[in-house]
């Protein structure tokens, strides 16, 4: 028979909503020209943005904020090869496809790709998309679709400075309704890598094993889930 | 103010308005308890700014007045007066001193002014509904033990109570988790429910209500806005402050495709959780079920005790071994009154689901230890 002395209580996956208004978007140097390609549409060069950035920096949510500014639609990248190009045209005047990188170098979803930023070019219209890759280092399968896209206006997210990253690890925790002190983020901040992607991991760990604990978030507990992502 | 009241008519109310009271205050007129007397009736109202209570009892009542006094030390005073004794309040000239006179007892209470006495006050409360006594008992019952306590958790430490549809039909639903177990509750939407915001009632009101309910007869009529809830019956009327946080989307960890399934007198599973967790230690208290055709093994073992095993027939056939918190498992069993249980499980690191086979209104999830 196990020893179940130690067992630990596996907690419900109650993970927070979270918030992508423009008040909820935070702003550094990193991000700073990304935020001012938004605020300068429709006076953009080409008919599609390109926001790039690591993991978790933060696209999807400047994609939002897009979103709630135009009224446009979010269509799944998915819709490249089960859509037409005019279907997805149709959708809505203005349209972000949120994570195109899986689907890039495929031929089949760039042809609906090409056609999609030609019938956008001759309409006037506008449309975003959010990859982690720049088209820069994309590999295309269609060479016409490639140049349109490293020509396009490109909106970098680069890694966050120590401000961003402490005011983003604080939204994490506040997206799921926990409070945390100073201290907290004060004992992370050195600790952690520098990246968006491990801010939302140890937010997302520190939830769970207080969850789990039934503790608050405090700088022990934040010991224990530093020490348990290390070993991972 | 001055009035004479049936001891066990004051004591039962002051009963009531005292339990709201906190027993550590660092504002003292939130330990007193508000007095008018008017008009042959008495009204008693205690808050701690979040909850508040008013009950009114008949009174003889010879000059009108109103005034606070300590709650706990006059509930104490009249609890301990003898049974059938009548009971005299009366305010000094000043205002400053409650005399309380019974037979050949005599109390002088300190008073602080009325004026100072924080009303929470309703505001306007749109929907309006109400409830049957005994269904309000059922859906508090059916839902409270999985309220979380831990304060950081504030949106968890209560009854999220929202409309919803249940395959087409519209229900009123209570739901309470900690993060380890959620309970859910529902019942037909009464009338007047339709259109209501999803609100989260604070652990504290629920038990203040709860004790309440066991007196109600009738229905409860319950008011609410978006911040305040009120629950009003017979002579009393409970407001509460609703809590200010978002609850999470507990559909999500509701598993729709479990799908081995056992049946299992309630009664016989609990006696069996119980006795092998006596050997269980440490805070998880953890009990592991063999599930192998038609035999159920709970097992519990200790480094300092020993171990333990029991055998257990239910309808089913299915193999798993998962670990449970025998705390939670007692918990869910003992709001299951028909004859038998369902567990609808996945494998031993997901959601379970239990239910009484007799009662859809209640369903229960139940998250294992991984051991």
Redesign the interface.
Same mark, same amino acid.
């Given at each position: 028979?196990?020893?179940?002395?130690?067992?630990?209580?596996?907690?419900?996956?109650?993970?927070?909503?979270t918030a992508l208004g423009l008040e909820d978007y935070l702003i550094g140097p990193c991000n700073k020209d990304a935020v001012s390609w938004i605020d300068r549409w429709p006076d953009w060069p080409a008919p599609v943005l390109v926001i790039t950035g690591p993991a978790a920096s933060g696209k999807t949510h400047l994609a939002a904020v897009w979103r709630d500014k135009t009224g446009a639609e979010i269509v799944k990248p998915e819709m490249l090869i089960s859509r037409s190009a005019e279907q997805i045209a149709g959708v809505n005047q203005n349209i972000v496809i949120d994570g195109v990188d899986p689907w890039l170098g495929y031929r089949e979803a760039e042809t609906t790709l090409f056609h999609l930023y030609n019938i956008f070019k001759e309409e006037g219209r506008t449309f975003l998309v959010t990859s982690r890759m720049a088209p820069s280092h994309a590999d295309f399968a269609i060479a016409d679709l490639a140049s349109r896209f490293r020509a396009a206006p490109l909106a970098s997210i680069h890694p966050p400075d120590d401000m961003l990253l402490g005011s983003v690890l604080i939204k994490l925790f506040s997206d799921r309704?926990?409070?945390v002190n100073n201290d907290v983020v004060k004992y992370i901040l050195p600790r952690m890598e520098r990246s968006f992607s491990a801010a939302r991991d140890i937010v997302e760990q520190a939830d769970k094993l207080?969850?789990?604990k039934?503790?608050?978030?405090s700088v022990p507990l934040m010991r224990e889930v530093m020490a348990a992502l290390q070993e991972f | 103010m001055k009035l004479s009241i049936e001891r066990a008519d004051l004591l039962r109310s002051l009963n009531h308005v005292q339990s709201v009271v906190e027993r550590r205050n660092t504002i003292p007129i939130l330990a007193n308890v508000l007095m008018k007397a008017d008009d042959g009736m008495l009204s008693l109202a205690t808050t701690d700014m979040d909850l508040e209570i008013n009950e009114s009892v008949a009174a003889n009542v010879s000059s009108s007045g109103t005034t606070t006094a300590p709650a706990h030390t006059l509930h104490d005073i009249v609890r301990k007066l003898p049974d059938g004794a009548d009971v005299e309040l009366e305010l000094n000239a000043e205002g400053t001193q409650m005399t309380v006179r019974s037979g050949r007892s005599q109390f002088k209470l300190s008073c602080l002014p009325t004026a100072d006495f924080p009303e929470i006050g309703a505001g306007d409360l749109p929907t309006q509904l109400a409830i049957p006594a005994a269904d309000l008992r059922a859906l508090i019952d059916r839902t409270k033990f999985a309220m979380?306590?831990?304060?950081?958790?504030?949106?968890l430490n209560g009854i999220y109570l929202h409309e919803a549809e249940n395959e087409g039909v519209a229900v009123l639903r209570a739901v309470a988790?900690?993060?380890?177990?959620?309970a859910r509750f529902e019942m037909p939407l009464p009338e007047g429910a339709s259109g209501m915001p999803g609100v989260i009632i604070p652990r504290k009101a629920i038990g203040e209500l709860r004790k309440l309910v066991d007196e109600a007869a009738d229905a409860i009529q319950i008011t609410l806005s978006e911040s305040k809830i009120r629950f009003a019956f017979d002579h009393i009327v409970l407001t509460s402050k609703l809590i200010d946080?978002?609850f999470?989307?507990?559909q999500?960890?509701i598993p729709e495709g479990n799908d081995k399934i056992v049946e299992i007198d309630p009664k016989v599973f609990s006696s069996a959780i119980d006795r092998v967790s006596t050997i269980?230690?440490?805070k998880?208290r953890?009990?592991?079920i063999a599930l192998n055709g038609k035999q159920m093994t709970l097992?519990?073992?200790?480094?300092e005790s020993g171990?333990a095993t029991e055998e257990v027939e239910v309808n089913g056939d299915t193999d798993i071994e998962i670990?449970f918190?025998a705390k939670y498992l007692l918990d869910i069993t003992s709001q299951i009154e028909g004859e038998g249980c369902r567990l609808t499980l996945a494998d031993a690191?997901s /959601?379970t689901i239990i239910q009484d086979n007799s009662d859809p209104s209640a369903l229960y999830?139940l998250? /294992?230890?991984?051991?």
């Amino acid at each position: 028979m196990p020893k179940l002395s130690k067992a630990q209580q596996i907690p419900l996956d109650l993970a927070g909503r979270t918030a992508l208004g423009l008040e909820d978007y935070l702003i550094g140097p990193c991000n700073k020209d990304a935020v001012s390609w938004i605020d300068r549409w429709p006076d953009w060069p080409a008919p599609v943005l390109v926001i790039t950035g690591p993991a978790a920096s933060g696209k999807t949510h400047l994609a939002a904020v897009w979103r709630d500014k135009t009224g446009a639609e979010i269509v799944k990248p998915e819709m490249l090869i089960s859509r037409s190009a005019e279907q997805i045209a149709g959708v809505n005047q203005n349209i972000v496809i949120d994570g195109v990188d899986p689907w890039l170098g495929y031929r089949e979803a760039e042809t609906t790709l090409f056609h999609l930023y030609n019938i956008f070019k001759e309409e006037g219209r506008t449309f975003l998309v959010t990859s982690r890759m720049a088209p820069s280092h994309a590999d295309f399968a269609i060479a016409d679709l490639a140049s349109r896209f490293r020509a396009a206006p490109l909106a970098s997210i680069h890694p966050p400075d120590d401000m961003l990253l402490g005011s983003v690890l604080i939204k994490l925790f506040s997206d799921r309704q926990l409070k945390v002190n100073n201290d907290v983020v004060k004992y992370i901040l050195p600790r952690m890598e520098r990246s968006f992607s491990a801010a939302r991991d140890i937010v997302e760990q520190a939830d769970k094993l207080a969850l789990s604990k039934k503790r608050g978030v405090s700088v022990p507990l934040m010991r224990e889930v530093m020490a348990a992502l290390q070993e991972f | 103010m001055k009035l004479s009241i049936e001891r066990a008519d004051l004591l039962r109310s002051l009963n009531h308005v005292q339990s709201v009271v906190e027993r550590r205050n660092t504002i003292p007129i939130l330990a007193n308890v508000l007095m008018k007397a008017d008009d042959g009736m008495l009204s008693l109202a205690t808050t701690d700014m979040d909850l508040e209570i008013n009950e009114s009892v008949a009174a003889n009542v010879s000059s009108s007045g109103t005034t606070t006094a300590p709650a706990h030390t006059l509930h104490d005073i009249v609890r301990k007066l003898p049974d059938g004794a009548d009971v005299e309040l009366e305010l000094n000239a000043e205002g400053t001193q409650m005399t309380v006179r019974s037979g050949r007892s005599q109390f002088k209470l300190s008073c602080l002014p009325t004026a100072d006495f924080p009303e929470i006050g309703a505001g306007d409360l749109p929907t309006q509904l109400a409830i049957p006594a005994a269904d309000l008992r059922a859906l508090i019952d059916r839902t409270k033990f999985a309220m979380s306590t831990e304060e950081t958790r504030y949106y968890l430490n209560g009854i999220y109570l929202h409309e919803a549809e249940n395959e087409g039909v519209a229900v009123l639903r209570a739901v309470a988790t900690d993060g380890h177990r959620l309970a859910r509750f529902e019942m037909p939407l009464p009338e007047g429910a339709s259109g209501m915001p999803g609100v989260i009632i604070p652990r504290k009101a629920i038990g203040e209500l709860r004790k309440l309910v066991d007196e109600a007869a009738d229905a409860i009529q319950i008011t609410l806005s978006e911040s305040k809830i009120r629950f009003a019956f017979d002579h009393i009327v409970l407001t509460s402050k609703l809590i200010d946080g978002t609850f999470p989307d507990y559909q999500r960890v509701i598993p729709e495709g479990n799908d081995k399934i056992v049946e299992i007198d309630p009664k016989v599973f609990s006696s069996a959780i119980d006795r092998v967790s006596t050997i269980s230690d440490g805070k998880s208290r953890a009990v592991k079920i063999a599930l192998n055709g038609k035999q159920m093994t709970l097992s519990a073992s200790s480094a300092e005790s020993g171990s333990a095993t029991e055998e257990v027939e239910v309808n089913g056939d299915t193999d798993i071994e998962i670990g449970f918190n025998a705390k939670y498992l007692l918990d869910i069993t003992s709001q299951i009154e028909g004859e038998g249980c369902r567990l609808t499980l996945a494998d031993a690191a997901s /959601p379970t689901i239990i239910q009484d086979n007799s009662d859809p209104s209640a369903l229960y999830v139940l998250m /294992p230890l991984r051991v």
